[in-house]
């Protein structure tokens, strides 16, 4: 049975029940290697590194803050949110470091949230992965793959 490919329009294609978005030109990569794109309702983070490209969830779990400038780490393969510290593999999203914050930063954090209900427990939460999604390199263009359920 043949795999199943269907253009949509020239930013978008099923294959094999993946839809694939068309995010940028490569060469854009040289100049910026973290960029942001909105693709349906999420922002995606793209990182090139060693040219590869990885593309993540643009939003850190812990508070749903940008991830873009985050930290790279080539040797343990991690982005590191720089609002709260937390580290994820930008290969796989598994969570390598959650809430990195100094005892003085916890206790500060504690004080200036504990009247606002929106943020109660934000300091408490359980580590939660970052997802991470498929990428192809087509015509000299990063393409971000997503389950056709997403």
Known sequence: ???????????????????????????????????TFKVKRDAFLVIKIDEKYFV???????????????KIDNKTQTITCEWHHSSFCYK???????????????????IFLKDNKQAEGMMEMDPTPIETFQTKI???????GMDQDY
Do not use: Y
């Open 92 to 110: 796989s999203g598994e969570v390598r470091e959650w809430l990195k914050l100094s005892r003085f930063e916890k206790f500060l954090g504690k």
């Open 56 to 70: 993540l969830n643009d939003r850190c779990p812990h508070a749903g803050l940008s991830l873009k400038g985050g």
């Open 138 to 144: 087509l015509n000299d263009h990063v393409w971000v």
């Open 1 to 35: 049975m043949e795999p199943e490919n269907t253009t949509i329009d020239n930013n978008e294609f099923v294959e094999n029940n993946i839809i694939w978005t068309k995010l940028a030109e490569t060469n854009s990569f040289d100049i910026e290697p973290q960029q």
